[in-house]
């Protein structure tokens, strides 16, 4: 069965620093994948996406994610965090390419302090 | 603009009463998705659609019902029978058949009492 793991329920970073939030995935054929930002109390808001292709994946808001099928991985970056990026960061999987369904990891707390 | 539309963003219910949760699109997408978010579990899906009068149970169905008669609508109820109601609800939208991102609503706040 398909599952998504994220292993850092809350992440602290100052800001200005870089970021890398972790995301594994099980899935038996090639799957795509998604990063989702929710800041509270609102719905999800797609950062980036990964279906096939080029595996470093750039998205919005100057994020980018890498897919690394060895370490059935996609891991989101950025290279300097600002105070507004602090949300909960969903990982998913595609759970079926005919209906779409998606399968969300837990979610990554980020928290930007000065 | 296209989007989708969920309302009320907060509801409150006593226990034992059914509350249905609305959401509206109108991207023309096809399917349609509802969504349960508690803290630390991440999203888990309820319901979804992916055409009029037709539907599939999610992975947490029990104590929900939908309907889809129109396309662009696909409400949601939490009965008396869902023992743990007080949650976070995301709906959510993409079209199908081919490989594409959901697009999801502001959600829905239910606080049973």
């Known amino acids: 069965a398909q599952s998504v793991t994220q292993p850092d329920i809350h992440i602290t970073v100052s800001e200005g620093a870089s970021l890398e939030l972790r995301c594994n995935y099980s899935y038996g054929a090639t799957p795509y994948l998604f990063w989702y930002v929710q800041s509270p109390g609102q719905g999800l808001q797609l950062l980036l996406k990964?279906?096939?292709?080029?595996?470093l994946v750039q998205g919005i808001k100057g994020f980018e994610a890498e897919f690394k099928r060895s370490q059935s991985s996609f891991n989101l970056r950025k290279p300097s965090v600002h105070w507004s990026d602090a949300a909960e960061y969903f990982c998913a999987v595609g759970a079926d390419g005919a209906t779409n369904k998606l399968i969300f990891g837990t979610g990554t707390l980020l928290a930007v302090q000065p | 603009d296209g989007g989708i539309t969920q309302s009320p963003k907060y509801l409150f219910r006593k226990e034992g009463q059914n509350v249905t949760l609305s959401c509206e699109q109108n991207l023309n997408h096809d399917a349609m998705y509802w969504y349960r978010q508690d803290p630390g579990q991440g999203l888990r899906l309820i319901y979804y659609s992916q055409i009029v009068n037709d539907f599939q149970k999610g992975d947490i169905a029990e104590g929900y019902s939908v309907s889809r008669e129109k396309k662009e609508s696909f409400p949601l109820t939490v009965t008396s029978a869902q023992k743990n109601p007080t949650a976070f609800y995301l709906c959510?939208?993409?079209?199908?058949?081919?490989?594409?991102?959901?697009?999801f609503g502001q959600g829905t706040r239910l606080t049973v009492v």
């Open positions: 990964y279906f096939s292709g080029d595996t």
């Open positions: 959510a939208s993409s079209i199908i058949g081919v490989r594409t991102e959901a697009f």
